[in-house]
């Protein structure tokens, strides 16, 4: 297999491209499970309803009347908060997903694996660029360069998907194909440590950071297939072959905070790896944008 080194960028920054598809209130009940004035205490008095409509499309199952009453609780209490948060939030649709029965320290536990982020003294910072006659509008999934929406499951390991975004990205920029690669490499062999934060290591689905990862995949020499190395969302033993090797990272770059200069690095270097605050999923589809 042809190996390709690559340079790739690192944004740490709350951005991402907009995502979503096209969907009816009417194809989907739970779309939007938000109540008008006045009749939250009628919702609640459904909530039963919505509660067996879930377990039926999510597959949930309790091992306890106990255990089944306390996560019926949660959801009613989500229900409330995603409510509030339409009306902080009316242009993002909320309402049930699979982790409604979950509490938010339950969710940041299970699934939010980024470790606190400091840059490593010997970070590469990207150039200034020009902003002017930057365009309105830009995306990366209309040029070939994103793969399909993947799922980390039960996993911190959204470091890992960060940084395989990116490099897939780089990859179609320097040879015109898409692959898609493999995260599951780097939760199995990944266990770099930042050398300015004392105890900062990748860990697999206990959390990691993108600049580790990219550091880890220079000096493994690069990253596997998916095909190859396909996806678990658990933590496992190293199976890393080096002769399967799909791309590889020559450096990577530190991009501005400021938003033209994410921008101007975005339409210019391809797809970032980006860091986003995700308090609890309790909208089902958003947009989020970069105002240049």
Not at 101 to 123: M, Q, S, W, Y
Not at 275 to 291: A, C, D, G, Q, W
């Amino acid at each position: 297999m042809a190996r390709y080194t690559l340079c790739a960028l690192l944004l740490f920054a709350a951005v991402a491209a907009a995502a979503g598809g096209a969907s009816t209130d009417a194809d989907d009940i739970l779309i939007r499970q938000v109540v008008p004035e006045g009749e939250v205490e009628d919702h609640l008095l459904n909530a039963e309803h919505h509660f067996s409509t879930f377990k039926a499309k999510f597959g949930k199952t309790y091992a306890t009347k106990e255990e089944h009453d306390h996560r019926f609780g949660v959801f009613k209490s989500n229900m409330r908060r995603a409510r509030l948060h339409a009306q902080l939030d009316p242009s993002a649709v909320h309402g049930v997903t699979k982790f409604s029965d979950l509490t938010p320290a339950e969710f940041h536990r299970k699934f939010l694996g980024l470790k606190p982020l400091r840059l490593p003294a010997h970070a590469q910072k990207a150039p200034i660029l020009p902003t002017n006659n930057l365009p309105k509008d830009f995306d990366w999934r209309d040029k070939g360069a994103v793969t399909n929406v993947k799922d980390q499951g039960s996993c911190g390991s959204c470091w890992s998907f960060s940084t395989t975004g990116a490099l897939e990205g780089a990859h179609f920029l320097a040879t015109g194909e898409l692959v898609s690669l493999s995260e599951q490499q780097l939760v199995d062999c990944d266990h770099v440590c930042d050398p300015e934060e004392y105890g900062s290591c990748d860990s697999g689905c206990n959390g990691g950071l993108m600049n580790n990862a990219f550091e880890y995949l220079i000096g493994s020499g690069g990253v596997q297939r998916e095909k190859d190395y396909p996806y678990t969302g658990r933590d496992g033993t190293c199976k890393f072959d080096k002769s399967k090797i799909a791309a590889s990272v020559s450096n990577y770059s530190v991009i501005s905070l400021d938003e033209e200069q994410i921008a101007a690095n975005l339409v210019k270097n391809g797809p970032l790896a980006g860091t986003l605050l995700v308090p609890f999923p309790l909208h089902k589809r958003n947009y989020i944008e970069i105002s240049v």
